[in-house]
């Protein structure tokens, strides 16, 4: 699958998903992981690599960062810009 | 001054900062514009960077992004770590 070294960053404890970044450079096939995140939650993809950097994987680099916009439908039909970013972090 | 062409995302209305970028661009003598911001506030620095280049200034690149953690002091003496972040765009 091509989005299985994907983090989706969401409303959870930023830990969960620092775990998440951990195990899956140690575990998987890949030795890079992508952060996704929209909106809000932008700012806490920002703070996972950090912290995973900093406290865990020294070794990890940040390979690129990309800003980006989506369009999202609402329920009612109509349609709202959100922005979104994508980490690239790799194991040097 | 060095810090001339940055503009300070906090917790304005992001049209605020647009704005200020979009002066900054006019107006300024650099073809330059560093977006600055830490925490939460880090989320509206991307929005502001999207809607400056995809609505008023679609000539603007983003030139570089970079993260970093900072430690700030509270006011009892203790440290905290806090995300932040520069997102540079620059007229191509």
């Given at each position: 699958m091509a989005d299985d070294n994907t983090v989706y960053i969401g409303g959870k404890p930023v830990m969960r998903y620092v775990l998440a970044v951990i195990m899956q450079i140690n575990?998987?096939?890949?030795d890079e992981v992508v952060l996704k995140a929209r909106g809000r939650a932008v700012s806490r993809a920002v703070d996972v690599a950090e912290i995973v950097r900093r406290r865990?994987?020294?070794?990890?680099?940040?390979a690129s960062i990309v800003t980006s916009t989506e369009e999202i439908s609402r329920e009612d039909g109509s349609k709202t810009a959100v922005s979104s970013m994508e980490i690239t972090l790799k194991q040097g």
């Open positions: 575990t998987g096939k890949s865990f994987l020294p070794g990890l680099e940040v």
